[in-house]
């Protein structure tokens, strides 16, 4: 908000008395913590330390510097080392070049992963010159969101992820294009003009695609695609989000 910038359509407010730069500070510090045995684990304990203070400094100057508000330009300010420290925390293969890097790429590389945002709502997240899926996005209403915790809650995260990636699937058929046999043609990759995201329309239902869903399982097991002990776990989960969706009222 201070940046002028949407969040997570989901996010909540916090209020709190602290400087924004403290709480800043604060947030990156209690996520980072409660990664140490996620994504970091595998750091040594000294490296760990070095890339939470490295990037807690980085992050407290880019609220104080207006970092947020033009990522591309605090990036390129950053020296080769703090620019390494980046890279480290958000797992990237290659050094950063801050020169390819679009407006989304640079302003989630300064966000922890829990706090990255689809700028242009094309229904892909990057971060650096990267491209990620992720359902909840920042873009998912608030509704729509409390209905995917409850209908996931107590979930294995393999499981949970399978039902993000068939979730976001329309966003990846939508820029698959076929000839008049039906064979692949061709595909519209991300960045591209003509990249879309059927998520983003204005008519899109989450119920709607909830049922095509439950739809596509009934004629998989109709066809012998699917076993009748997968076709029940699946149906099971779809039947539970979408009532889960009906009860909030979510589109």
């Known amino acids: 908000m201070a940046a002028g910038r949407q969040g997570y359509a989901s996010a909540q407010p916090v209020e709190s008395d602290a400087p924004l730069a403290e709480s800043v500070a604060s947030a ?10 996620g994504q970091y684990a595998t750091a040594r304990p000294v490296d760990r330390q070095r890339l939470k203070e490295g990037f807690g400094d980085i992050v407290t100057r880019a609220q104080a510097d207006g970092g947020y508000v033009h990522p591309v330009e605090f990036l390129r300010g950053l020296s080769q080392d703090e620019l390494t420290v980046v890279q480290n925390v958000q797992h990237l293969a290659a050094p950063i070049d801050v020169d390819s890097l679009t407006e989304e790429g640079a302003l989630n590389l300064l ?31 608030p509704e729509v969101v409390a209905a995917w915790e409850e209908a996931t809650a107590g979930m294995s995260l393999g499981d949970r992820m399978i039902f993000e990636l068939q979730m976001v699937s329309p966003i990846m058929m939508a820029n698959i294009h076929v000839d008049e046999q039906g064979a692949f043609a061709y595909r519209v990759e991300p960045g591209d003009p003509d990249f879309v995201n059927p998520m ?22 109709s066809k012998g695609f699917i076993s009748k002990d997968k076709y029940d776990r699946q149906r099971a989960f779809w039947q539970s989000f979408q009532r889960a969706l009906q009860d909030r009222s979510a589109a």
């Open 200 to 221: 983003a329309a204005a008519d899109y239902s989450y119920v709607d695609a909830t049922q095509d869903q439950l739809d596509g399982l009934d004629f998989s097991l």
């Open 111 to 141: 966000l922890p992963r829990a706090a990255q945002v689809d700028l242009n709502r094309d229904g892909l997240t990057q971060t650096g010159i990267g491209y990620g899926m992720r359902f909840p996005s920042s873009n998912t209403p």
């Open 28 to 37: 990156w510090s209690d996520w980072f913590e409660s990664e140490t045995r």
